[in-house]
């Protein structure tokens, strides 16, 4: 049996690999800066104090210029109080993601996700099970080539 060939995907060129996001209260790879946002690194790091460097490194990358490239259907969860993402945050990514549905939650706090579970699962099972549905350009993918599969 000959060696199968192998690519790694690259995500920027294969955007349509992933069918379905979930972000909850993220920055979501843009710069924060323009936000007023509390600085969670110190408490984190208080809580962690051995988590590895790069989970409180400050983010240098902005990359609001290329989330319009993700095709991928995203729901963003946030809730309406948030010091660390404010809601503005999750309306920012919402106006550049061109397939993003926000929705805010009456909850405060970062944690909000955690603290209602209960709440947000079902947002996200709903969204990962609409991610599932086999979009019309996948089904065009999966015809097969006149003459591939005759029966005999």
Known sequence: MGQADYTPLDPWSSTHAVRSLVLVATSGGIDLSRFDVEDWRPAYRAEYPHAQPFATHPQQVDLSDQLATIQARTLLVWS?????????VGQYL???????RLIILNHAGHTFARAHA???APLIQDQLEQGLAPRPADLARRVKAPGCCRRR
């Open 80 to 88: 309406y109080a948030d010091p660390i993402s404010p809601p503005e």
């Open 94 to 100: 919402a106006s550049k993601l061109p397939h993003a």
């Open 118 to 120: 209960d709440e947000v």
